[in-house]
C-alpha cells in the first residue's frame, strides 16, 4: 500500500522560501494525481497546489499561492515537490501530500477536495515568522 511521507517545513521569516518534498516508499508517484494542503488548528483541510499524473499533468493552484507557489514532479526522485516563494504569515501551517490512483484523478477545483484523495501524508509543519 502506498505510504507518504512529507519534508523540507520548518521556518521561515516573511519573504523567504521553502520547498516541500513529497516522496513515497517505493510506489511510482507518477501513477497517482497528488494534491498539497495545509491546515492550522480550528480550520478546514485547505487545497493550495494539485497536479494530475503521468508527466505533462496539468497544474493547478488555489487563488492564494497563484505566482508564489510551483507543483512539480521530480521523477529521477521520485517525488513531487512544493516550491513556495514569498511566503507570508498566512502561509503557515501543517503541510500535507495526498494522493488518489491516476484513474480516479479529480480534475480542475476538484482537485482541492480532500475527499477526493485516498493516501495521506502525516504533515510537515511550515511556520512563517519574523
Known amino acids: 500500500q502506498l505510504q507518504l511521507v512529507e519534508s523540507g517545513g520548518g521556518l521561515v521569516q516573511p519573504g523567504g522560501s521553502l520547498r516541500l518534498s513529497c516522496g513515497s516508499n517505493?510506489?511510482?508517484?507518477?501513477?497517482?494525481?497528488i494534491g498539497w494542503f495545509r491546515q492550522v488548528p480550528g480550520k478546514e483541510r485547505e487545497g493550495v497546489a494539485c497536479?494530475?499524473?503521468?508527466?505533462?499533468?496539468?497544474?493547478n493552484y488555489a487563488w492564494s499561492v497563484v505566482g508564489r507557489f510551483t507543483i512539480s514532479r521530480e521523477l529521477a526522485q521520485n517525488t513531487v515537490d512544493l516550491q513556495m516563494n514569498s511566503l507570508q504569515s498566512e502561509d503557515t501551517g501543517v503541510y500535507y501530500c495526498?494522493?488518489?490512483?491516476?484513474?480516479?484523478?479529480?480534475?480542475?477545483?476538484?482537485?482541492?477536495?480532500?475527499?477526493?484523495?485516498?493516501?495521506w501524508g502525516r504533515g510537515t509543519q511550515v511556520s512563517v515568522s519574523s
Open positions: 495526498a494522493a488518489v490512483p491516476f484513474s480516479r484523478t479529480p480534475f480542475d477545483s476538484a482537485c482541492f477536495n480532500p475527499d477526493n484523495y485516498e493516501y
Open positions: 517505493g510506489f511510482p508517484l507518477d501513477y497517482y494525481a
Open positions: 497536479i494530475e499524473s503521468r508527466s505533462g499533468g496539468r497544474e
